[in-house]
């Protein structure tokens, strides 16, 4: 299991463009992904769960990411969350 949080700096937070895009970022990979924000955890390849998080400018994210991939899954979305949000 590869683990990392993230504080979101994007002033409007986690809207639909870059939700859409982190979904489908997501679904690239094999493994079980998820977000978490203040003890809610979402399935990171379903838009609905991740714009309900309600993520704003400041909010700390947890990423998990747990399976074959893993490693590279976890990377790859947290360079996605460094460029984007």
């Given at each position: 299991m590869k683990q990392f949080s993230y504080t979101i700096t994007d002033?409007?937070?986690i809207h639909a463009r870059p939700a859409g895009e982190f979904v489908k970022a997501?679904?690239?990979f094999e493994?079980?992904?998820?977000?978490?924000?203040?003890?809610?955890?979402?399935d990171a390849k379903k838009i609905f769960g991740v714009?309900?998080?309600?993520?704003?400018q400041g909010h700390v994210i947890e990423v998990t990411a747990e399976g074959a991939d893993?490693?590279?899954a976890a990377a790859a979305l947290e360079d996605f969350l460094k460029n984007n949000l």
């Open positions: 002033p409007e937070g997501a679904k690239a493994s079980k992904i998820t977000i978490a924000k203040d003890g809610k955890s979402v714009m309900g998080l309600g993520a704003k893993e490693a590279a």
